[in-house]
């Protein structure tokens, strides 16, 4: 079954147990995540990673592992990322079982109309399906609103608006972004706090300084002496995940539509496929990295974007040279091409 932005929140806090697939697909990824993430929490379980290509050549093995009971008692989520039209077999196996332990999220991006996985959630009754998309304007205020409440804080209209549009309504910066600022206040769900302008001033979460989402495309593109001068505005110890994470989107964007070009699909066709997701001034952007990276050079960048976010992650010092230099070196081999 298809669902809507107005009651997708409620099937992932309070999930039924006939639904056995959710399907999660669209521009959106970073809320894609977050609404599977959603349903992890309510069902106080584990995510087990499967991997697409796995389920594409033993179809059993997704209906296996969600009819298993866990080794550990806990209850678990399986969880695919990135899924396509490649696990259809597999997702009509887990439907027609008898009975499952666990059920499963698949993060799929963007789908086309045509797609077999889109048509077989949309349905059946014990899938879900939800298109996310990027939220503007008074959507965009009321998914940070809601974030914050999910964290403990209590923001009013213009304070989510102020906070939207410095993470480019991108819910992944805005959950980060919140997280750190309710440590600041000590804020939590049981007892929530009032988030104003000044604590954000206080916290530094304003991320518009060296426009974050906009170096990773310089980089990609190739423009080494904007990304220079980019990179030079960036105040010393600003927090550089949020800008590999940009990164990892980009990539998770332009490589599917890569592989369908190396796959034999018309450039053109590709990007007509893509021109509802996108926002006008990402698709001259989009077509000039398709020209500039193959599929085997994106998978390298995103295996390096990928380690250079662990060691963020867990390194007690500051890494901003190294994002510097792994930026850098990204648009030198844009360069060469």
């Known amino acids: 079954m298809k ?8 099937a992932v806090d309070q999930p039924e147990s006939k639904v056995r697939f959710y399907l999660l697909h669209g521009p959106d990824e970073a809320q894609s995540r977050a609404l599977g993430e959603r349903l992890v929490a309510a069902l106080g379980a584990s995510r087990y990673l499967i991997a697409a290509s796995s389920v594409k050549s033993d179809p059993a093995t997704l209906g296996d592992e969600a009819g298993a009971m ?10 695919i990322e990135p899924a396509g039209d490649e696990i259809v077999a597999g997702v009509e196996a887990l439907l027609e079982a008898n009975s ?6 698949a993060i799929a991006g963007v789908l086309r109309k ?3 996985l889109l048509k077989l959630a949309e349905s059946s009754p014990s899938a879900l399906a939800f298109a996310a998309y990027l939220p ?17 804080l209590k923001i009013s209209p213009p304070v989510a608006a102020r906070i939207a549009d410095s993470a480019e309504n991108d819910q992944a910066i805005v959950f980060q972004e919140l997280q750190k600022l309710a440590l600041y206040l000590d804020a939590a769900p049981e007892s929530p706090k009032e988030l104003d302008s000044e604590a954000i001033d206080a916290v530094g979460a304003e991320l518009s300084e060296g426009d974050v989402p906009r170096l990773a495309d310089l980089a990609l593109a190739g423009e ?3 990304l220079a001068d980019q990179l030079a505005l960036l105040p010393h110890g600003a927090e550089g995940i949020p800008i590999v994470r940009a990164l990892q989107r980009r990539l998770l964007q332009v490589a599917p539509a890569r592989a369908r070009i190396e796959r034999g699909e018309r450039p053109d066709a590709v990007m007509a496929s ?6 006008w001034k990402d698709k001259g952007l989009l077509q000039r990295l398709l020209s500039l990276w193959d599929s085997r050079r994106l998978a390298t960048i995103s295996e390096r974007a990928g380690k250079l976010e662990r060691e963020m ?3 007690a010092v500051p890494t901003q040279e190294a994002l510097g230099e792994e930026l850098l070196a990204i648009a030198r081999a844009a360069k060469r091409r």
């Open 313 to 315: 992650m867990f390194s």
């Open 224 to 226: 080494m002496a904007e």
């Open 114 to 116: 045509t797609s077999a």
């Open 136 to 152: 503007e304007g008074a959507d965009a205020e009321r998914m940070v609103i809601d974030v914050g409440r999910r964290v403990g």
């Open 70 to 79: 866990s080794l550990f008692g806990g209850k678990r989520v399986i969880w």
């Open 3 to 10: 669902a809507s932005r107005g009651n997708v929140g409620r």
């Open 274 to 279: 893509f021109s509802k997701s996108l926002f």
């Open 100 to 105: 499952v332990e666990s059920p499963v999220v």
